[in-house]
């Protein structure tokens, strides 16, 4: 059975930074991208960013541009999220997903992504 387990959410003020950890198991991913979204309250799921299968790649919603970046470790079967300057309207739940299709990017939307974590709850305070 396969597994998104995201981790290192939590409440952080203004400008601070979180890391946030996605473990996968059940499969490994090596092959495929796998991304970040988020959900607000009364919001739809936004894509947040993404890495390509080798880590060579790598996409972004403009709202994060220059403050996060996105890796991943293939030998850990893990993906990360390091978000720096955080803001207050960066408050959400944040979800890990992969890709099934090998070697495909995909759209900037959730349509791609076949496998999700739970969520982390990030807060940020002003």
């Known amino acids: 059975q396969v597994q998104l387990v995201e981790s290192g959410g939590g409440l952080v003020q203004a400008g601070g930074s979180l890391r946030l950890t996605c473990a996968a198991s059940?499969?490994?991913?090596?092959?495929?991208?796998m991304g970040w979204f988020r959900q607000a309250p009364g919001k739809e799921r936004e894509f947040v960013a993404a890495?390509?299968?080798?880590?060579?790649?790598?996409y972004y919603a403009d709202s994060v541009k220059g403050r996060f970046t996105i890796s991943r470790d293939n030998a850990k079967n893990t993906v990360y999220l390091q978000m720096n300057s955080l803001k207050p309207e960066d408050t959400a739940v944040y979800y890990c997903?992969?890709?099934?299709?090998?070697?495909?990017?995909?759209?900037?939307?959730?349509?791609?992504?076949?496998?999700w974590g739970q969520g982390t709850q990030v807060t940020v305070s002003s």
């Open positions: 997903a992969a890709q099934k299709r090998p070697y495909y990017i995909g759209t900037y939307s959730t349509e791609p992504y076949d496998y």
């Open positions: 059940g499969r490994t991913f090596s092959s495929n991208t």
């Open positions: 890495i390509s299968w080798r880590g060579g790649s790598s």
